[in-house]
């Protein structure tokens, strides 16, 4: 497979003649003249209890948005809906791994989210508290969050193939009073047993009052004396819970992710700014119709699932389809089972899935009616041209246009797209088009200076959106310095990319110790603290490495303490060690052991290094390296680096 960077070069192959439509253009230009006008205008489309009075109250690297305002967003999910013909409409068509679905009409969530808003109230949850919710993908957990949301309560969604250590850290940085769980989740026909990850961690998190529990998987589970049956609770809940009406820059939800510094960051999203962005970013990039209905893979507990499952598609009173299961289980088609049997029309998935359909061939898709189907979509990761051909030709019979949507956690909703909902514009496969209306992304040099096209570069946001981050959770320091501190006024997201002749924009890949692993976004040093936290290693050294599935592999280098052998059995306790407490995403694809790592002489592990070793590519040149590197070492480290990988 190719490397991000080679994609743009690739795609090179691919004639396509560009004229950037007209329409995408002026609007854009428009909104980039008057920004504030221009989302205020949009956020017209929310429900509002009161209006703003300032659009935007902006104190870098701080923006506030709509303040003044006071909205719910539950609200804007569901009652906005209820008394329109939306209100029998199916809001969720659920699936579970096999084939059993459930459908829950608009209405049918209203009411689940008031009966839930008043099971947290009875159980003293009130606006700000923090509630942590690890749940499998079922339709419990979009009623969880919005019943936070009802009653302001701020959700932190966990994904729910974290383990213990992982739960328990984010637990205790929001200082959590309630955990909601389920007696377990189905993952390749295997039962994921949740609440004994929860069990586990309920010891070490004191801030804990209460967790409950959503009885569905049979399995028998252990009652302590902090634990409550959802459904019992469920079943003495009052039917309706007023909504408290909270600030525009009330926050709506904390979202942990993972970035350069071994502990993952909770990034805060607030509730005006942030559904105004997914609104409106929905209707431009999907184009929501009344037939529509939207299919879009990710899991709730990363951010594209909070945006553009739970949040974008109830505003805009679309049906979605929620699918709790593998791709590939029991065999490598669900996906277009899915799209035939319940007819979707729009498609959002992760290159990392593509990759992994297009290897079983086409005759698998060929055996679908996937006539439904009208737009296709991408994101978490770079996509490989040759793999967007295989979406549009096999998928999409090439009569669906493809969004390649690029944006992040801290984005809140998608900033690069093709707005098929303003116009649809000749693709170039591997790009992502350009900034939606309203977003200013430009590729700068090292010094902040705009690059000429064809030059790679760093990406950046030149002025505040509405969906970015409020801040980091506890940690306004980490924010400004992660964030703002690497190019004077621009926020920087930490992504190489190049912009091409015709204004295209190229995503080519992290450009800090930060992996996309299948699409999930691991760090490198969570990794490394993870591993030394196993008694048998005293260093970890972790770099990705190209991989033609997942995108990214984990390669970890390891130096055992003093009195242990380097053994498989080592080997597979450390991998263990890793599953159980981070979990099976972190897995790790290859585990060398070595008797030291290559550093800089300040004693900075040289991952770019590793990374070079590992991918097989040149290293280059190393006296051009950072910190005046102890060169003869590292060149010795090197080549004992590559002998291990060689053997
Ligand atoms: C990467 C996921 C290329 C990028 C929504 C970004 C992409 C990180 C794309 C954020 C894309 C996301 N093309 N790369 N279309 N979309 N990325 O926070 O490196 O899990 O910074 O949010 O994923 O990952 P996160």
Known sequence: MSSPSKLYEESGKIKISVRLGKRLENISKDALAEPEEFWAEQAKSLVWSKEWDKVLDWHPPFAKWFTGGKLNASVNCLDRHIKTDIKNKAAIIWEGENGETRTLSYFQLYKEVNKFANVLKKLNVSKGD???????????????????????????????????????????????????????????????????????????????????????????????????WWNELMEGAKPY???????????????????????PKGVIHGTGGYLTHVYATAKWVFDFGSQDIFFC??????????????????????????????????????????????????????????RMYMKYGDEIPNSFDLSSLRLLGTVGEPINPEVWMWYFKTIGKERCPIVDTWWQTETGGIMLSMCTGIETIPMKPGSATFPVPGVDAVVVDEKGKTVPAGTKGYIVVRRPWPGMLLTLWGDDEKYRQVYWSKFAGMYYPGDYALNDQDGYLWLLGRADDVLKVAGHRLGTMELESAFVSHKAIAEAAVAGRPDSTKGEAIIAFLVPKEGYAKSENLRKEVVAHIRSTLGSIATPDEVYFVSKLPKTRSGKIMRRLLKSIASGDKIGDVTTLEDGAAIDEVKQAYEDLKNVVES
């Not at 979009?142 to 959700?155: F, S």
Request: proline share 6%; aromatic share 8%.
């Open 241 to 263: 819970c007023t909504p408290v009406q909270v600030e525009s820059t009330h926050p709506l939800y904390i979202l942990y992710t993972s970035g350069t510094t071994g502990k």
């Open 130 to 228: 923090r509630v942590t919710i690890y749940m499998p993908m079922l339709p419990e957990l979009p009623i969880a969050m919005l019943g936070c949301a009802r009653i302001g309560a701020v959700h932190s969604v966990v994904f729910s193939g974290f383990s213990a250590q992982a739960l328990q850290d984010r637990i205790n940085d929001a200082q959590s009073k309630i955990v909601i769980t389920a007696d377990g989740g189905v993952r390749k026909g295997k039962l994921i047993e949740l609440k004994k990850v929860v069990d586990e961690s309920l010891p070490f998190v004191p801030s804990v009052e209460h967790v409950i529990v959503l009885k569905r998987a049979g399995n028998d589970v252990m009652l302590g004396s902090k634990d409550h």
């Open 297 to 354: 893979t990710a899991d709730i507990g990363w951010v594209t699932g909070h945006s553009y499952i739970v949040y974008a598609p109830l505003m805009h009173g679309a049906t979605e389809i929620m699918y709790e299961g593998a791709a590939d289980f029991p065999k490598p088609d669900r996906y277009w089972a899915i799209v035939e049997k319940h007819g979707a029309t729009i498609l959002y998935t992760t290159p990392t899935a593509l």
